[in-house]
């Protein structure tokens, strides 16, 4: 099960830090992913991270946003800074099992110009 947090309205330039809350054992071994899914949009996977800490980010969002992970405690984190109208979405985070992403709940983030 995955929950990601954190979301909320900011102003255009402002920045959010999300969270996401794992579980299962094999959390550590995981390849994990913030995905979002703005109104009328595909949804657009933002952030991937392996379990060594290897990140990808498409052209979008590369140099404003970073992902990281605490196996330990199993969390997943999106700092997101510069934040932009066009980055209004629902954001999920997820993990890729069986083959494909399986997304968790998401939070609504609003960027407001």
């Known amino acids: 099960q995955l929950q990601a947090s954190g979301g909320g309205s900011v102003q255009a330039g402002g920045s959010l830090k999300l969270s996401c809350a794992g579980s299962?054992?094999?959390?550590?071994?995981?390849?994990m992913a913030w995905s979002r899914q703005g109104p009328g949009k595909q949804r657009e996977v933002v952030a991937t991270?392996?379990?060594?800490?290897?990140?990808y980010y498409p052209d979008s969002v590369k140099g404003r946003f970073t992902t990281s992970r605490d196996n330990a405690k199993k969390m997943l984190y999106l700092q997101m800074n510069s934040l932009k109208p066009e980055d209004t979405a629902v954001y999920y985070c997820?993990?890729?099992?069986?083959?494909?992403?399986?997304w968790g709940q998401g939070t609504q983030v609003t960027v407001s110009s």
């Open positions: 997820g993990t890729w099992v069986g083959l494909k992403w399986n």
């Open positions: 299962g054992s094999i959390f550590s071994i995981d390849v």
């Open positions: 991270i392996s379990s060594g800490g290897t990140t």
